[in-house]
Nanobody, 115 residues
Framework: QVQLVESGGGLVQPGGSLRLSCAASGIIFRFYVMGWYRQAPGKQRELVATIINGGTTNYADSLKGRFTISRDNAKNTVYLQMNSLKPEDTAVYYC?????????WGQGTQVTVSS
């Protein structure tokens, strides 16, 4: 059974930082492209960042410089470091694993940026 379990979300003040984690099980982690997506209330789900096994990353243009995606294949975990957070970063953040037609999502973790 495949599971992607996100953690690390919460309430943070503007300008603060959070680090999200997504622990994967039931897949050969190193084969998968791992990604973070987010969905704000009333909006469509959007790409935040992706990372492949070799470490090549891709970011939404608007988030470059503030967010950093990384992975630890030994721990089957992908991370999202979020700095200089803004109220508009408030959303549910989802982890995604894709490979050869297989596509798995986590349940999401809420990030709220507010004073």
């Amino acid at each position: 059974q495949v599971q992607l379990v996100e953690s690390g979300g919460g309430l943070v003040q503007p300008g603060g930082s959070l680090r999200l984690s997504c622990a994967a099980s039931g897949i050969i982690f190193r084969f998968y492209v791992m990604g973070w997506y987010r969905q704000a209330p009333g909006k469509q789900r959007e790409l935040v960042a992706t990372i492949i096994n070799g470490g090549t990353t891709n970011y939404a243009d608007s988030l470059k410089g503030r967010f950093t995606i990384s992975r630890d294949n030994a721990k089957n975990t992908v991370y999202l470091q979020m700095n200089s957070l803004k109220p508009e970063d408030t959303a549910v953040y989802y982890c995604r694993a894709t490979f050869a037609g297989y596509d798995y999502w986590g349940q999401g973790t809420q990030v709220t940026v507010s004073s």
